[in-house]
């Protein structure tokens, strides 16, 4: 009986994930009856000039932020975790996963708007690095828990500077948590719609993939999105399954 | 360099950054709030007013609200219907075994939302997948009306949750002493009057964890109702992006988030109460 429920579960969770994967293949426009194999939809994506612009900002919102994020993240980490823990504090770095994306969202807008900052990609980044910086900081806080200070200290007396340290002793034993950190920030970042729509501005010039997909879902069901849908789930499957490999335990609770 | 200060260096760009993008931000929606709309969209900063707050209790949104707790909080049950079994399933299973089934659990939760929400589209809508179904069952003679209503918008919901309430759910049974459920078979309980007396206020903190998280994001939730309700269901999330993004009445919309954050703060504040003197009864019985 565990083991039914448990296939129970798992043909819940993956079913809409697998089905929509098989359309993508599907030879017919419709969406739903099975007409034959066929992989022109996958061929379609790469002719729209909109769904390889949005693909590249995606990219460069990605990169960028991911990059920002686990520099000043993985700091953050390192910070607070030599000092006495603090409530104040966690409840700062817990409030961007738990915060609702649209309070977020708009909240930036008045920001942006406020301080007459203009927008686009760049204001993208600028907010997905704060939801980044806290699940970065997650990641390698619980590497640092099981972290010897004492191998630091005695780099120390020994003479070595603050710089040489790090370099020699403290990121060759928390690189691993810092790449798997680095993999979901990405994942995140990529995945990313509510933020970005709102911090995008009102050009087309700083579309993401997530805002064209929601635009194209709006028009209704296309073996087109199903593939590029596939493309995506896939990417983030590996970059997961990545960090998971790098970092047992990444991926909270695993 | 001193310790302290040595910590303070390492966190200032980390807090600089939140403080100017995230606690700024939210600090101007706060303020905003009080304020009344311009002529023009934006707000007029020269009158101070309640008045936003007062028009959030308007029946007409009040009603919204609740229609949306009602919704988060059938959610969230649901939720943890689903996801208890499946955790105590997987903490049941073979040690070696946990770790990829509870990852396997995990993974969707960690892909795009709005892709893992139009793949309910993609199922439910009339020529779908789950209506052909059924109809090849000789279930129902047409298709049924599956999309576009307040069931395909909490099982929309459950679908895109229920992994983390399997994950709070399972640490708080891997935290439990399985000695505590022998010593009450070894007495003569049944499984049930064990699970119902024992492992089940055992774990209320994880069950609680799940079920604020789950209701915190449902409650506040955008993608969902949009895509899934079609548009004719309203949610606090759709109301504060139509004044936002439609209606241009930002400080209504600020107060609807303000409102939105105290009724979060409330639930996440009691959950971590009630955790706590779970916590301390748990040192008690020790």
Redesign the interface.
Known sequence: M??A??VF??V??????A??MI?SFNKAG????WTGFSTDWYGRLLESPKIIAAAKNSLIVAIVSTFIAT???T??A???E??KASTSLDA??F??M???????A??????F??VKFTLGLHSII??H??FN??FV?AVVRARLKSFDWSLTEASCDLGAG?LTTFRKITFPLIWPAVVAAAL?AF?LSI?E??IAY?TAGAGQGSTTL?MQ??AM?RFG?TPE??AM?TI??LV??IL??TA?RFN?GS???? | MPQRLASWLLMLPGLVWLGLLMVVPCAIILVTAFYERGTYGGVDWSVFTFGNFARAGEWLYLSIFLDSARIAGLAAFLALLIGYPAAYAIARSAPRHQTALLFMAMLPFWTNYLIRTYAWIVLLNPTGLANNFFQWLGLTSGPLPLLYNEFAVILGLVYNYVPFVILAIYSALQRLDPSYAEASRDLGAGALTTFWRITLPLTAPGVAAGAVFVFVLSIGNFVTPDLLGGGKLQMVGNLIYDQFLTARDWPFGSALSVFLIAVMLLLLFAQAVAANRARGEGRGHA
């Open positions: 565990r083991r429920y448990l579960i798992y819940f969770l993956y079913t809409p994930i089905v929509l359309l419709m969406p739903t009856a520099t000043i993240g700091l953050l390192l910070g607070i030599r000092r700062l770095l409030t961007p738990i915060i609702p994306d649209i309070v977020l708009i909240a930036l807008l008045s920001f708007t406020m600028l907010a690095v704060v910086i806290a900081c603050a979901l994942t995945d719609f509510i709102f997530p997909i929601y879902i069901v999105i199903n849908a995506i789930l983030s499957f997961v399954l998971q047992r991926v909270p609770g695993t």
